[in-house]
């Protein structure tokens, strides 16, 4: 018994090492992108690894800042000023990131909580067409929606993006796992007082899925702002660039200058994770939520 | 419930005229093979929606896209803004520039062509513009631009290579070069290399280049020199190496077939391989060569040229140049008398059918003003090239001396009498660039050098085949 | 009479079901039909023409099975089919291996412990796969990326190894890019499901005088389940999204090591070689694949749903 618990305890430190040490290979490419996006060109170029930046410049910024330009908004043929063109990135994939989720939530938890509790006719077809696309790559689709985007002018816009990801099912998915465990009691309750259809979801259902709504909005907002294929796919100009694309982008015109790149990076990951770090709780919480009930 | 039914209904509706127009689009699709002016609905403004297009300014159309590759400073924002914006400021028309990176521009023009939203305007050179793109038919033919004093302007060479089999000409050159390579000097001096080559010709034979490297490899213990393959960017490069060294060919002289299986290219791959300074390295293409010859990692960059020298890896740190301070030296490629044939390399615009006249005809317009007229100079300075003509805007301009106080480019025009043969306007051209970095690749990875160029090369020329 | 009237009832219970269910469909299934399924309904059409760039129109002309007889002989597409199932195949199961093991290791530990390893094992989900790949790529450099550097200095190799331009390194490099993106989300999973294991069982069997690893593997991995199978779920999603790797990385080389059937669709539509623009043929790509997945998903959701 007593060996037992020393084993124990001996495999506990031994995990806690192995864990710290993954910890730190794990924040290491974070870490690098943040010095590299301060080093001087000496310390990038250097054979011999350099920790932290000989000396902190912002010359990596300077040279992405002026690097491209772009307006900084354009709605309706309205354009703001001219601004660095990173920037604008940026704004374009928040607001791409933002409306895929907005549309995406609205419409899984509707969709979600039909496929659940309505009895609809064609419900179990639909059903397993939702799962085996789910984990359909777009690349399989690719050349059709192209042609489909510039049937419909879409191409070279944000929607040509946007639409895809809120068309992906893996929403409605999961929405529908969550409303499986709306009991069926309340609905009927409610039915008997009289409340409409759409009373009923808002008033009931809604409320009940909430967490799920959560999950899903952090993953497709997590997906929407990583999905660089469909970006490169159907945004060729440069003011219509979103962070991942534009990064890509310095780095196909650029060749290797690992610290414009290096800036870039920073300025594409450093905002997101800010957000991740404050809403951490909510993060981690509508995560799990979404799996309990899957 | 109200609010629901409104936006179902909203939805329903632009399910609607998705799929009218998913109907409109089909029914136009043949529209832009046929230079037809009758098809008002012109696909490719999706980016302007502009409810005035083409009737109305007599001038045609308003805004012309540009897409440019990094030809020197056609890369660079400031200073084609400065071009376009000399251009908008004479005629009024706008030009929106986008700007193509190697690694995937030619992707990005493909999708482009697909979803009917090709730009006007594109800068490369005739291998994309006249034998990839312009074969396809989708190119506009520039004959009627060029007139009988043009043609004993331009270098006749330059416009046989933007000259289609079909005698339809895809492509106005602007611009060309010599590729050659590069060497770090000051390695060179501490390995004790700079015996073997000759600062004053740029020039030096094949054991020459075996044994600096020699010196190199045994000054540093590592790879001086790499033999990029990690895509099809910057392959003159290798290809004018492998040629070189004992006399191969890429192609016969009449460009109807690949002979790049010629026993003298597989003797020079065999050298290469057994060389201890010299890598395959699948992880580089040209772009990535250029970088780490400027970073000082390699001492010798294949994918050198005349832009590179004066601004080495597009750094503004200095011309000739490493980002140590290191002097670059420009060389030929290493033959065995030294008598080398370098690569070419031609740029000049072309213009993409979109089907519309107007925008054909401003993109004319773009063209005149920056290939035959006073503007040419500015063109030309832009992209740190030399002139392809003697002359624009018939005889008035006279461009023999746009570089003459310029030292590094009147020291590079010493190897300007060693360009070779243009070769890639050979028919299956993508198809060869392609088969000869993936036998590169397998030369690297171990394969047996004469059945993977023989496989290589059977591969190109089925593509010549047609 | 009665019964009729039930019926009847019944009838129009069932076209109010009807209605209900498809007008709350309806949002979801315009985006789901007209961004998924029209196109791939399309892309199975166009699987059987020779579709192309140049020529003009939505379909070229019909060939039958002419794309699906020469990818079976193309080796390229062969070899990307095999890549792409390697990367599959390896990367799930290390990745709920793995998050299982961090989970169990972390899941008892102190709050903002917790939280913090929580976070650092979720940061490259959310630093973003472009902005992780461009630093895994200099981290990677046989020049100058970190990893030759510290080899070479502790003697461990004596020239670099080029990572990316090896075919023998190349793919796991991916590999191991992809696993780092893909295991912050299981973690997070598992250790709440961990916490909600019903501790009286634990105990139950604890008194009865079972092993730690009993407990594990007869309780706790068992009440997981549900967990698993959403982690395989959505791994095997992730793992089909690793495009932006090898564009970015080595766009399909050295010599095919790292082309996925994913990234070979692109590149015969889009890349300039003489071959491209064959929309017919990559589309029949993308069928194959599409084939491969699905019958993948109905297999995951079966073991789902029999649990």
């Known amino acids: 018994m007593k060996s037992n618990t020393a084993r124990s305890r001996a495999y506990k430190i031994f995990s806690i090492i192995v864990l710290i040490i993954l910890a730190i290979l794990f924040l290491f490419p974070l870490y690098w992108i943040i010095t590299g996006a301060f080093k001087p060109a000496q310390d990038i170029y250097n054979p011999e690894p350099v920790w932290l930046p000989t000396e902190w410049v912002t010359k990596n910024f300077d040279n992405l800042f002026n690097k491209r330009s772009a307006p900084l908004y ?3 043929g309205l354009s703001g000023p001219t601004a660095p063109a990173a920037f604008r990135w940026l704004i374009n994939t928040v607001f791409m990131s933002v409306t895929a989720m907005i549309l995406t939530c609205a419409t899984a938890a509707m969709a979600g909580y039909a496929l659940a509790k309505k009895r609809f006719m064609g419900r179990a077809i639909l059903f397993s067409l939702i799962v085996c696309a789910m984990a359909l790559p777009k690349q399989v689709i690719l050349i059709p929606l192209l042609k489909e985007m510039s049937a419909l002018k879409l191409y070279d816009s944000l929607w040509a993006v946007i639409f895809p990801t809120v068309g992906w099912p893996f929403g409605v998915f999961l929405m529908k796992q969550f409303s499986e465990s709306i009991p069926g009691e309340i609905l009927e309750a409610t039915r008997i007082d009289g409340a409409s259809e759409a009373k009923t979801f808002i008033t009931v259902v809604l409320p009940m899925v909430k967490p799920g709504i959560g999950a899903l909005a952090i993953f497709t907002f997590i997906n929407a702002w990583n999905d660089y294929f469909m970006q490169l796919v159907m945004l060729p100009s440069g003011e219509n660039y979103t962070m991942p694309l534009g990064i890509a982008s310095l780095q196909a015109e650029t060749s290797i200058d690992m610290g414009l790149l290096m800036a870039g990076a ?20 509508g995560i799990t939520m979404g799996a309990v009930k899957g | 419930m109200k609010l629901k039914k409104v936006l179902a209904l909203l939805l329903a509706m632009v399910m609607t005229i998705a799929l009218v127009a998913c109907g409109g689009g089909n029914q136009n699709d043949p529209a832009p093979s046929t230079p037809d002016p009758a098809p008002a609905a012109t696909p490719d403004d999706n980016k302007t929606p502009d409810p005035e297009p083409a009737p109305a300014e007599p001038a045609g159309a308003s805004e012309i896209t540009l897409w440019t590759y990094p030809i020197g400073k056609w890369g660079d924002e400031a200073t084609v803004k400065g071009l376009t914006d000399a251009f908008t400021a004479e005629t009024g028309i706008a030009v929106k520039v986008e700007y193509l990176a190697y690694a995937d521009g030619d992707d990005k023009v493909n999708t482009a062509i697909t979803a009917n939203a090709a730009p006007d305007l594109i800068m490369e050179g005739p291998e994309r513009l006249v034998a990839n793109w312009g074969a396809n038919g989708k190119m506009v033919d520039l004959s009627d631009l060029i007139d009988d004093t043009d043609r004993s302007e331009l270098n006749a060479a330059a416009l046989a290579s933007c000259t289609h089999t079909s005698g339809a000409i895809y492509e106005y050159p602007v611009v060309m070069t010599a590729h050659c390579m590069a060497i770090n000097r000051n390695a060179f001096e501490e390995a004790g290399a700079l015996q073997y080559i000759n600062e004053d010709t740029h020039t030096w034979t094949t054991q020459q280049f075996i044994d600096a490297v020699a010196a190199l490899y045994a000054h540093y213990g590592d790879t001086v020199g790499a033999v990029y393959c990690a895509g099809q960017g910057g392959d003159q490069g290798t290809r004018a190496l492998v040629n070189n060294m004992y006399g191969g060919t890429f192609t016969n002289a009449e460009h109807t077939q690949y002979t790049w299986d010629d026993p003298l290219n597989i003797k020079a791959l065999e ?11 699948a992880s580089l293409a040209g772009g990535d060569e250029i970088a780490k010859f400027y970073q000082g990692a390699l001492k010798m960059a294949f994918c050198w040229n005349i832009a590179q020298q004066v601004n080495p890896n597009q750094a503004d740190t200095g011309a000739e140049k490493t980002v140590t301070g290191d002097d670059i030296v420009f060389m030929s490629f290493p033959s065995e008398d030294g008598n080398s044939k370098l690569q070419g390399g031609i740029w000049g615009f072309g213009i993409f059918d979109n089907g519309d006249q107007a925008r054909i005809d401003a993109a004319k317009e773009f063209i005149k003003f920056f290939c035959d007229s006073e503007h040419t100079v500015d063109a030309v300075k832009a992209a740190n090239y030399f002139a392809t003509r003697s002359s624009a805007a018939d005889g008035s301009v006279d461009l023999s001396g746009v570089w003459a106080d310029d030292p590094i480019m009147n020291e590079y025009t010493k190897l300007m009498p060693y360009l070779g043969d243009y070769y890639q306007i050979t028919t299956g051209w993508a198809a060869a660039r392609t088969a000869w970095w993936n036998m590169l690749q397998a030369v690297g990875t171990g394969d047996d050098v004469a059945a993977a160029v023989a496989a290589g090369a059977a591969e190109a020329n089925t593509a010549a085949a047609g | 009479m009665a019964k009729q009237a039930q019926s009847k009832m019944s009838r129009v219970l069932q076209r109010r079901e009807n209605v209900a269910g498809y007008l709350f469909m309806l949002p979801s299934l315009i985006f789901f039909l007209g961004f998924v399924i029209i196109p791939m309904f399309i892309c199975i059409i166009t699987s059987l023409t020779n579709t192309n760039m140049h020529d003009p129109g939505m379909f070229g002309s019909f060939i039958g099975l002419k794309n699906f007889s020469d990818l079976a002989k193309d080796q390229v597409f062969l070899k990307g089919l095999a890549n792409t199932f390697i990367i599959v195949i390896v990367s799930v199961p290390t990745v709920c291996a793995f998050s299982l093991w961090v989970s169990s290791a972390i899941y008892k530990l102190k709050g903002p412990v917790l939280s913090a390893f929580r976070c650092i094992f979720y940061l490259p989900v959310v630093t973003g796969s ?19 550097s510290v080899l070479k200095s502790t003697g461990i190799v004596e020239k670099g190894i080029n990572w990316l331009g090896d075919p023998k390194t190349a793919l796991w490099c991916i590999i191991l890019i992809l696993f780092t993106t893909s295991v912050g989300q299981p973690i997070v999973l598992y250790v709440s499901a961990l916490g909600n294991v019903d501790q009286t069982l634990v105990e139950a069997a604890q008194v009865d005088g079972a092993t730690d690893l ?15 199978l959403y982690i395989l779920v959505i791994t095997t999603i992730n793992s089909f999204q690793c495009f932006a790797l090898i564009q970015l990385l080595t766009q399909g080389g050295p010599n095919h090591a790292t082309d996925t059937v994913m990234y070979y669709i692109y590149y015969t539509a889009f890349k300039l070689t003489e071959q491209s623009g064959h929309f017919g043929y990559a589309n029949a790509m993308g069928v194959v694949l599409a084939i491969f997945i699905g019958a993948l998903s109905a297999l995951q959701f079966k073991l789902a749903k029999e649990k």
């Open chain 3, 214 to 228: 009993q407990v594990f593997w007869k309780i706790k991995w068992a009440q997981m389940m549900p967990t698993t």
């Open chain 3, 130 to 148: 472009v902005a992780v790949t461009v630093v895994w790529k200099w981290m990677y450099d046989n020049y100058n990326g970190i990893l030759n």
């Open chain 1, 266 to 285: 920073a300025l594409a990951s450093v905002p997101i994770i800010i957000v991740f770090l404050i809403f951490q709780k909510y993060f981690t919480q």
């Open chain 1, 74 to 76: 354009s709605i309706f």
């Open chain 2, 271 to 281: 050298q290469l391989k057994s060389m201890d300074g010299i890598a395959f390295d």
